[in-house]
Nanobody
Framework: QVQLVESGGGLVQPGGSLRLSCAAS????????MSWYRQVSGKERELVAG????????NYVDSVKGRFTISRDNAKNTVYLQMNSLKPEDTAIYYC?????????WGQGTQVTVSS
């Protein structure tokens, strides 16, 4: 059973930083593209960033470009999201995602709250 476990969320002041981690297991992590999504209550889940299987290609939603960095460590089966210059509008639950065999797998999510 594919498992994705996020960690690293919390409360941070505007302008602060957080690093999210997603530990993956029960599949060959290095074979698959990984993504981070976020969701605010009452809104659709939004793709924040994605990274190719080897880490050589990344993409970001426009609102986080220049502030967030997605990376991965295939030896540790972990994908990261470094979030800098956080804004109140970044407040959301952040989810790790993998598409495997046409099926979308999600972690349980980690709450990020940006507030003074």
């Amino acid at each position: 059973q594919v498992q994705l476990v996020e960690s690293g969320g919390g409360l941070v002041q505007p302008g602060g930083s957080l690093r999210l981690s997603c530990a993956a297991s029960e599949f060959t992590f290095s074979f698959y593209r990984m993504s981070w999504y976020r969701q605010v209550s009452g809104k659709e889940r939004e793709l924040v960033a994605g990274i190719s299987s080897a880490g050589g290609s990344t993409n970001y939603v426009d609102s986080v470009k220049g502030r967030f960095t997605i990376s991965r460590d295939n030896a540790k089966n972990t994908v990261y999201l470094q979030m800098n210059s956080l804004k109140p509008e970044d407040t959301a639950i952040y989810y790790c995602n993998a598409y495997i065999g046409g099926v979308a797998y999600w972690g349980q999510g980690t709450q990020v709250t940006v507030s003074s």
